[in-house]
């Protein structure tokens, strides 16, 4: 008899133990932008979209922020032409107001450019002016685009992001 309250004694103990242990564990936290169900055929998802949410922390000492940081690429998008040894730089990538074609190189022949949205249509094109063509995009609504520089010989794509 006394083994058993000993054993069932221990047992009180331990999930006391781990009861309290569970209860003062932090989950990860997120402040969804989005999210919900899908349900189908085939079977069912749920999914979300949204940002960790961070934590500052400080002290005497100074502070940090804790949390998932994304990356946010901001770089250049540039193409060499190996065969007519020249570069095309586009810049901001992405852009507000103003997309930049720079060319760089040897190239002679006149070349045209053609910005694409989403579903394929032409939203704007035009000719790349000597070797530095500035190309409006204010007006263009939020979204990725496709721009194609061509010549004769070649074209080039790039992905444009309009914030």
């Known amino acids: 008899m006394k083994q ?3 054993k069932a004694l221990k047992l009180a103990l331990a999930t006391a133990f781990f009861g309290l242990a569970a209860n003062q564990m932090d989950a990860q936290q997120t402040m969804l932008a989005s999210g919900n169900n899908a349900t189908g055929s085939g079977g069912s998802i749920s999914y979300s979209v949204g940002q ?3 934590v500052n ?3 005497e000492d100074g502070s940090a922020i804790q ?6 690429d901001d770089a250049n998008l540039s193409i060499i032409d190996l065969q007519t040894n020249f570069k095309i730089k586009t810049y901001p990538n992405p852009t507000t107001s103003v997309l930049n074609v720079k060319i760089n190189g040897t190239e002679k022949a006149p070349m045209d450019y053609q910005l694409f949205n989403t579903s394929g249509q032409i939203v704007r094109k035009g000719r790349v002016n000597g070797n530095s063509t500035k190309i409006l995009v204010n007006d263009l609504p939020t979204a990725s685009y496709i721009l194609k520089i061509h010549n004769n010989q070649t074209t080039k794509s790039f992905k444009i ?3």
Not at 67 to 72: L, M, S, T
């Open 4 to 6: 058993q309250r000993k």
């Open 67 to 72: 949390g998932i940081q994304f990356a946010f």
């Open 161 to 163: 992001i309009k914030n």
């Open 52 to 54: 960790m949410i961070h």
């Open 57 to 59: 922390n400080s002290s």
